[in-house]
């Protein structure tokens, strides 16, 4: 059974239209991630959520905010997409904030046209 | 610094061995990881190796890391056609789960 569960696994949007990704999780753990990944790179950690502790990443842009209502749902939501922000988005969780694996959901491809 | 590198593209013949190999800056890392992205999909955890280890086997996997010249490889016995993906690399720095990942090395097997 799925842990880790992104919706949808296909998402178009329009440039500069808001879109929102979800991700839920089974596991109970008190960690969620967002990372980015664009064509033939690596993913690359946007922000995590320790609880309600919302942490940003440092070069993380502001187009990019995240909202975690409970245990379960986290969502990641981007106010204008551009074209740069076309990308495989990976939700992750983990049972604690150090030392832990990452379970990653199998991923939102987000287009942008 | 935070770097983690690997060769980019890997082929084998079914039923050979795979040897892919990673480097990596941070010394203090404490756990090394090599996850598996089929096409289209998430990244699923291959297995991992704590950095007071040198050597960790499970099943065909045998991960190897040697500390000293921060070098971390993964070796798959008796390749399979399903083996086909991208194998990406990753270290966790020691103060949280950052997870640092490699650009991935496509390995492609040839039945």
């Known amino acids: 059974d799925a842990m880790v569960i992104q919706n949808p696994r296909y998402q178009v949007t329009q440039f500069g239209k808001p879109v929102t990704l979800s991700c839920s999780q089974t596991l109970n753990h008190n960690v969620m991630y967002w990372y980015q990944q664009k064509s033939s790179q690596a993913p690359k950690l946007l922000f995590h959520y320790y609880d309600k502790d919302f942490n940003n990443e440092a070069d993380t842009p502001d187009n990019f905010q995240s909202r975690r209502p409970n245990t379960s749902f986290c969502f990641l939501d981007i106010r204008s997409p551009g074209l740069g922000d076309a990308a495989m988005y990976l939700c992750?969780?983990?049972?604690?904030?150090?030392?832990?694996?990452?379970?990653f959901g199998s991923g939102t491809q987000l287009s942008v046209l | 610094g935070e770097d983690v590198e690997q060769s980019l593209f890997l082929s084998v013949r079914e039923g050979d061995s795979s040897v892919i190999n990673c480097t990596y800056t941070d010394s203090s890392s404490t756990y090394l990881y090599w996850y598996k992205q089929e096409p289209g999909a998430g990244l699923q955890l291959l297995t991992y190796i704590f950095s007071n280890m040198d050597m960790k086997q499970d099943q065909r996997l045998t991960v190897l890391l040697n500390k000293k010249d921060k070098h971390l490889s993964l070796r798959i016995a008796d390749t399979q056609t399903g083996d086909s993906a991208i194998y990406f690399c990753?270290?966790?720095?020691?103060?949280?789960?950052?997870?640092?990942f490699g650009a991935g090395t496509i390995l492609r097997v040839k039945s």
């Open positions: 990753a270290e966790t720095l020691e103060y949280g789960n950052k997870l640092v």
């Open positions: 992750a969780t983990s049972r604690a904030a150090t030392n832990e694996k990452l379970f």
